[in-house]
């Protein structure tokens, strides 16, 4: 079945440059779609360090568990991605089926196994045929190419409605360095999962332990702060690569001044993705951006801002354009955070309509519902004079979600 | 608007029997619905004792602020329960409204003000017209009678589709005690908020410290054991009176074996009632239970329960009568809670579709969709060899709650 296109999706698919120690190839191996392609194979220079964050679901996905132990060694030289089926919950054939693509890639690429990394996307306890894998991966292999980024984000997506990639520069000490990206999304299509998955690559040269930290703190300041519909995939995951061929100055480490513009420009790509999974959430009519600020951390206004984007009563209300500002205020309660009610004020676009506590006196709800009636709504909530202030990003719940995830057999 | 009944309501309002020391009255006082009852009265003997649960959220209500202090002192006269707005909100105008119903009914029945409850639930933020109320009070004072549950029941309904009561006899010490229940539950239709407000009252005579953790226990295993969509309101609240009219003898404490019988009585109401209010979830065709045994703790069992229950994507599936089993571990993964997934066990039905960690070879889903087809949908997991064990109850996700709580403007 083909979804039409997100209606907050960007216009076209950026333009990628390629990525020095970088070569990708895209292909079709039949592992549960047909017509289109559903793997991808990425090769890194020797010396290409890797740092990642994965799923906190307790059921994590075979291959998750597989680069949650390679990565503690800091190197990559491959990475294999299929769409169609996560293989999770498999058992040993679950496992077996890693090490059988594992093997494949890292005899083509002439590379240790333990630097091979793995992702899989799709159908979840049903035994992934990874033999399909191994067969195909030798014609990607002859099709290693630069400049490979469409093809591989296309070949990624399970029931994303677009192809999610991101391309900036930036300088380390002086020297530009390229960082590309792609993700897919939130599909969640039966019986698929919704499944996060970005890899950002860049010629820059930075130690593991370096990246690793990198990787964290763009994790947090992007992937951590969008949700479509609160379900945590069993396969979530986020790699970055550095191939280390960009000559620049060595960082001591991660906090050195030499990286501030990389910091940066790596946080952008992460939240260029991350907003277009949200863009591409399923049945999604409105992007809504949500602020809270006067918490008592960073964490807590984080927490008390995916509560209101989580809440369905919310969602639906801004689906359905009404300015149903009492669902945010219950939503705000329900988070169970420290506030300080006699402060709490809520806005809705570029219009205050509870402030001290209280609903503001003789609100006119008409430039409110105005905005709603847009697709990019604007919510800011103050909890109180605490320091902490976070902004995240979600999706409506709509009809269409529902019939992409109750009615598709019907 | 007016909603049809829910397939899942019982047949008919149960018969209950007057409550020694316990009379009730309901009228029209129009603070929001026209053309039916939004008050209810009930006036309690001398010497009534109550314990009471509140919502946690931390932007309550400020009828819920008021019991919150006066419910200290173990006393209850009377209670005042108006449906159609929620009083939350309302800074001081909301303290204010509170206290005019307040007064009036301790002048109609001649008792402390600290001894009156106030219950409200319907819009946020809108100032309550408590003079409504106070002006209408007479009326019900005037027409007090012990039978008046059914119409008391209807009073407190806002987009409920049923009334909802309960009733069960038992003993104390071998004399007869009757305990009967009402409740009003999760319509949530814009501008409303989902609120669960519950009352029961029974004749047996117990101080209010016994009487307050006989109401704990329950609401544990009752109320905070059902979902419909995550969203907590800012005017939950459970009360339970208890006027001393019946002749039993005195338990020394809740523990007392004098109250086994009566401690079993109470929760069968109490879960009778929030059962109610899950059949009445917006926009529901599956009654959804859930087990989880073998988890840590029964608070863990709980948890993980619970996430099985909120997941969209789960009551998606069900709606859509799709034995999506992938779903429901990916819920249970996200709830992170310690389990062994190599012992992960789910069963849908009388049918076992995973087993320690991976799906049954060769699953026939035929019988599945079938028990799937049913109104009433039965879902058992099990998560390691651990001592902990909880059941919940939840409704499916369905387009009519989107339209309920999306479309009612459009």
Same mark, same amino acid.
């Given at each position: 079945?083909?979804?039409?296109?997100?209606?907050?999706?960007?216009?076209?698919?950026?333009?990628?440059?390629?990525?020095?120690?970088?070569?990708?190839?895209?292909?079709?191996?039949?592992?549960?779609?047909?017509?289109?392609?559903?793997?991808?194979?990425?090769?890194?220079?020797?010396?290409?360090?890797?740092?990642?964050?994965?799923?906190?679901?307790?059921?994590?996905?075979?291959?998750?568990?597989?680069?949650?132990?390679?990565?503690?060694?800091?190197?990559?030289?491959?990475?294999?991605?299929?769409?169609?089926?996560?293989?999770?919950?498999?058992?040993?054939?679950?496992?077996?089926?890693?090490?059988?693509?594992?093997?494949?890639?890292?005899?083509?690429?002439?590379?240790?196994? =333990?630097?091979?990394? @793995?992702?899989? !996307? +799709?159908?979840?306890?049903? $035994?992934? &045929?990874?033999?399909?894998?191994?067969?195909? *991966?030798?014609?990607?292999?002859?099709?290693?190419?630069?400049?490979?980024?469409?093809?591989?984000?296309?070949?990624?997506?399970?029931?994303?409605?677009?192809?999610?990639?991101?391309?900036?520069?930036?300088?380390?000490?002086?020297?530009?360095?390229?960082?590309?990206?792609?993700?897919?999304?939130?599909?969640?299509?039966?019986?698929?999962?919704?499944?996060?998955?970005?890899?950002?690559?860049?010629?820059?040269?930075?130690?593991?332990?370096?990246?690793?930290?990198?990787?964290?703190?763009?994790?947090?300041?992007?992937?951590?702060?969008?949700?479509?519909?609160?379900?945590?995939?069993?396969? =979530?995951?986020?790699? @970055?690569?550095? !191939? +280390?061929?960009?000559?620049? $100055?060595? &960082?001591?480490?991660?906090?050195?001044?030499? *990286?501030?513009?990389?910091?940066?420009?790596?946080?952008?790509?992460?939240?260029?993705?991350?907003?277009?999974?949200?863009?591409?959430?399923?049945?999604?009519?409105?992007?809504?951006?949500?602020?809270?600020?006067?918490?008592?951390?960073?964490?807590?206004?984080?927490?008390?801002?995916?509560?209101?984007?989580?809440?369905?009563?919310?969602?639906?209300?801004?689906?359905?354009?009404?300015?149903?500002?009492?669902?945010?205020?219950?939503?705000?309660?329900?988070?169970?955070?420290?506030?300080?009610?006699?402060?709490?004020?809520?806005?809705?676009?570029?219009?205050?309509?509870?402030?001290?506590?209280?609903?503001?006196?003789?609100?006119?709800?008409?430039?409110?519902?105005?905005?709603?009636?847009?697709?990019?709504?604007?919510?800011?909530?103050?909890?109180?004079?605490?320091?902490?202030?976070?902004?995240?990003?979600?999706?409506?719940?709509?009809?269409?979600?529902?019939?992409?995830?109750?009615?598709?057999?019907?």
């Amino acid at each position: 079945m083909s979804l039409k296109r997100s209606p907050l999706a960007p216009e076209v698919f950026p333009t990628m440059q390629p990525v020095a120690g970088c070569n990708l190839a895209a292909g079709a191996s039949a592992v549960r779609y047909t017509g289109r392609d559903d793997l991808a194979l990425l090769a890194f220079a020797e010396g290409t360090t890797v740092g990642g964050v994965f799923t906190r679901s307790r059921v994590p996905g075979h291959p998750v568990t597989w680069c949650r132990r390679i990565i503690k060694g800091g190197q990559a030289r491959g990475l294999v991605v299929n769409s169609g089926n996560a293989n999770v919950l498999n058992g040993q054939h679950g496992d077996a089926a890693v090490r059988m693509e594992v093997t494949a890639a890292a005899r083509l690429l002439e590379v240790p196994q =333990d630097q091979i990394f @793995v992702a899989s !996307t +799709g159908v979840i306890g049903e $035994p992934l &045929p990874a033999e399909r894998i191994a067969k195909t *991966l030798p014609d990607l292999y002859a099709y290693l190419a630069p400049d490979g980024w469409q093809a591989a984000a296309e070949a990624i997506l399970t029931t994303d409605t677009f192809a999610k990639g991101s391309f900036t520069t930036t300088t380390i000490g002086g020297s530009e360095v390229k960082i590309a990206g792609i993700a897919k999304g939130s599909g969640m299509i039966q019986p698929d999962m919704a499944t996060m998955l970005a890899f950002i690559v860049t010629d820059a040269a930075l130690p593991a332990p370096i990246l690793q930290s990198l990787v964290e703190a763009a994790n947090e300041e992007a992937f951590r702060k969008i949700t479509v519909d609160s379900d945590t995939s069993t396969s =979530d995951m986020l790699l @970055v690569f550095a !191939t +280390g061929q960009a000559v620049h $100055p060595a &960082p001591m480490d991660a906090d050195s001044g030499l *990286l501030s513009a990389f910091r940066h420009a790596l946080l952008d790509v992460a939240r260029d993705l991350a907003q277009q999974i949200v863009r591409d959430g399923e049945g999604i009519s409105k992007f809504i951006q949500i602020s809270v600020e006067g918490a008592v951390s960073d964490e807590s206004a984080r927490i008390i801002a995916l509560s209101v984007a989580n809440s369905p009563l919310v969602k639906t209300a801004i689906a359905g354009e009404d300015a149903n500002w009492g669902r945010i205020a219950a939503a705000i309660g329900k988070a169970d955070q420290q506030i300080d009610v006699s402060r709490l004020g809520i806005g809705i676009g570029n219009w205050i309509v509870a402030q001290n506590g209280a609903r503001v006196p003789n609100l006119d709800e008409t430039p409110i519902n105005e905005h709603l009636k847009g697709r990019e709504i604007d919510i800011v909530i103050s909890v109180g004079p605490g320091p902490g202030s976070a902004t995240v990003w979600t999706s409506d719940l709509t009809h269409e979600y529902i019939n992409i995830n109750a009615d598709y057999r019907s």
